[in-house]
């Protein structure tokens, strides 16, 4: 019974480290995360304000020149069926998987060891 307490109070002692330590790191993973949102911000509130620059004189807003959906529809059927017959083009590699030959071997055993058996039960030892 002297053992199975000695267990027990092991058992719970290192559970608890664990959990402590776990505890632990909890506690300095949210620190580090409340001093960065701290410094993040202290940071956002001495950055100077974009008001303040000289804005630059407002340039003529480029275009670009929308894709109609007719000929987006064609170029789209058309990359498709150049993928696709590359894709028909390309054939699998034949390729035969060697079997271990320690499982041949064991296979040949087994049905050795069987049609002995069967011959020993008939009697045609």
């Known amino acids: 019974m002297a053992e199975f307490m000695e267990g027990l109070n092991l058992t719970v002692l ?3 480290i664990v959990f402590t330590v776990l505890a632990i790191l909890a506690v300095v993973l949210y620190a ?3 001093a960065e949102r701290r410094l993040v ?4 509130k001495t950055a ?3 008001a303040s620059t000289p804005a630059p004189a407002p340039e003529a807003k480029e275009e670009k020149p929308a894709i109609p959906p007719r000929d987006l529809a064609v170029i789209t ?3 498709l069926a150049y993928t696709a017959e590359k894709a028909s083009q390309l054939r699998p590699l034949p390729f ?3 079997i271990s030959d320690s499982w041949r071997l064991y296979g ?3 049905q050795m060891e ?3 058996d069967f011959n020993y039960e008939i009697g045609k030892w």
């Open 108 to 110: 040949l055993q087994t």
């Open 41 to 44: 911000e202290k940071e956002a």
């Open 77 to 79: 059927a058309a990359v």
């Open 114 to 116: 069987d049609v002995e």
């Open 96 to 98: 035969k998987r060697k």
């Open 14 to 16: 290192g559970v608890t």
């Open 48 to 50: 100077p304000s974009p």
């Open 32 to 34: 580090v995360g409340w």
